[in-house]
């Protein structure tokens, strides 16, 4: 837990969120603003940043990480999806708890530019 990190609360259930998926690795919750039809962020419970640090600090919890996406996409989008990391500010990252985008819902485009 990071007293600071808004995703840590959401975790703790200090600040709601609409939480679709929970198990003793990851919690996985709807993004406040969607991209897509289906928009959820899947984390770790350890407060770690980026992706590399999760597959360096806590592996197992990344790969709960990925089998959360695929449930989320089964049971949302046909199991098709896409997963997306940011990975600092010019990527677009704002929430340093590290944290996977399940998209779909759609067909998707391919210009993140
Ligand atoms: P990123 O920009 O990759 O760090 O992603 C952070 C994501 O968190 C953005 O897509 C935001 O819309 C989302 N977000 C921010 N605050 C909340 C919140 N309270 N509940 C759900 N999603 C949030």
Redesign the pocket.
């Known amino acids: 837990m990071s007293e600071d990190c ?1 995703f840590c609360k ?1 975790i703790d259930g200090d ?1 709601p ?1 609409t939480k679709v998926l929970e198990n003793e690795h990851v919690v996985a ?5 969607p ?1 897509a039809p289906v ?1 959820v ?1 899947v984390i770790p419970r350890t407060h770690v940043k980026d992706v590399a640090a999760a597959a360096a600090e806590v592996p197992q919890e990344l790969a709960a990480m990925a089998l959360a996406a695929q449930e989320i996409a089964d049971a949302e989008c046909g199991g098709e999806f896409r997963w ?1 990391f ?1 990975t600092g500010a010019s990527a ?4 340093f708890h590290v ?1 996977g ?1 399940v998209l779909g819902g759609t067909e998707l485009e391919w210009n993140p530019a």
Do not use: C, E, P, T
């Open positions: 808004l959401i600040i969120a919750f709807r993004d406040i603003a991209k928009h962020l997306v940011n677009g990252q704002s929430v944290h985008h």
